[in-house]
Structure formats: structure tokens, C-alpha cells
């Protein structure tokens, strides 16, 4: 699990990367979840990780934040369907019309986080 939760966390920080490299190919990446079947396939990607962080929490340098982190994110996951399309689209509007600035913020947090979480997961 260990190994999943750290492929998933450098997956957080490479997408924040991108981000804040290029904000317009962040959101690109982010549209592809803009369809019913993209929808489920980011509350799969959530549980797993969440499951991941969880039950990798014991080996980790954090053991009870990766918990709580965990138990977080499987928490978000399972209310990723209910949270419908039409919100998730105007959520992506929303960013956009604020501008790339606001992109790259949560971009750097992103990769920040995804790293701090890497970090975390390797004794």
C-alpha cells in the first residue's frame, strides 16, 4: 500500500508541477473529468488513495496525519459522485475566470502537498 500511496502522491505533485508550469494544460487534464464516467473515475482515484494513505500510515513518518489524511480523502471520494457535473463544470469556470494566478496557487500548493506527502510515506 505504501508503494500506492507514494505513486499516488507523486502523482498530486507532478500534476501541481504542471500547473504551475502551465496552468491552461492543468486545466486540459482537469476537463477530462468532466464527463460522467471521468467523474467516477476521480472518486475511484480518491478511495484508493485515501485506503492507500490509510492503511500505509503505520510505516510512515506521520502515522497519524497519513490517517487522518485518509481518512479525509476517502471521506471526499465518496461524495465525488454526488457532487454532479454541473457543479465540477462550474467549479472549472470559476477557476478560469478568476485567471492563471489563482491556477498556480493551487497548482504550487499541490505540488507542495503531493511532495510533503511523499516525504511523509518514506521511513
Keep these: 500500500m505504501t ?4 505513486v499516488l502522491s507523486l502523482l498530486v505533485a507532478a500534476l501541481g508541477a504542471l500547473g504551475v508550469a502551465s496552468p491552461t494544460r492543468l486545466v486540459s487534464v482537469v476537463r477530462y473529468f468532466q464527463t460522467p464516467a471521468g467523474l467516477y473515475l476521480a472518486a ?3 478511495l484508493v488513495f485515501g485506503v492507500a494513505l490509510f492503511f500505509s500510515a503505520p510505516t510512515s513518518r506521520a502515522p497519524g496525519l497519513m490517517r487522518i489524511l485518509g481518512v479525509v480523502i476517502i471521506v471526499v471520494g465518496l461524495i465525488t459522485p454526488f457532487f454532479g457535473l454541473t457543479r465540477f463544470r462550474r467549479l472549472i469556470d470559476w477557476w478560469l475566470a478568476r485567471g492563471p494566478a489563482l491556477l498556480r496557487v493551487w497548482a504550487a500548493f ?4 503531493g511532495l510533503l506527502l511523499a516525504y511523509a510515506l518514506v521511513p
Design 44 to 46: 475511484a482515484l480518491r
Design 3 to 6: 508503494l500506492v500511496a507514494l
Design 110 to 113: 499541490a505540488f507542495g502537498f
